[in-house]
């Protein structure tokens, strides 16, 4: 398991939840909501660089037939845009984190009306700590790295 802090990102049309992990990278913790629009990405960066992350890790809402939606082309877009500035990113499988972080905070005792400044920060910590346990079973990173002109590697 590599060790640093990885910064997990939930990329939505309004909304960008943000989490980060420990240095050891066990365990995933809420950071903010960040409004999507005009220093969202600056706002990504400043937490990375005050947690002094190694890694970005985004989520990608991939269809459940495994298809690109226009969320994953948008989240796709968003990545490339955070792997320009030289820090690593890795694109991840989201696939209905949105929907496990809802049922967590049904859980809890909210509503989705009544959580809807954290429920992104959920959903970023719900791919993020999906993100470090794979790679603590699997021993090797997750997902794919992120090129700064679009690509990724397997």
Known sequence: M??????GVDVGKARIGVARSDFHGMLAMPVETVPRGA????RI????????????????PI????????????????GVLLAATGLPVRFVDERLSTVSAQ???R????????SRSIIDQVAAVIILQHALDSERAGG???GTLVHPAGGSDS
Request: proline content about 4%; charged content about 20%; cysteine-free.
């Open 107 to 114: 859980s809890a005792g909210r509503t989705v009306k009544n």
């Open 103 to 105: 049922g967590a905070l």
């Open 39 to 42: 220093g969202d990405v600056a």
């Open 45 to 60: 960066l400043a937490h990375a660089a005050e947690f002094a992350a190694s890694e970005i890790v985004v989520g990608l």
């Open 63 to 78: 269809a459940l037939s495994g298809a690109d939606t226009a969320s994953t082309v948008d989240a796709r877009e968003f």
């Open 140 to 142: 090797t990173p997750p």
């Open 2 to 7: 590599r060790s640093g802090v990885r910064i």
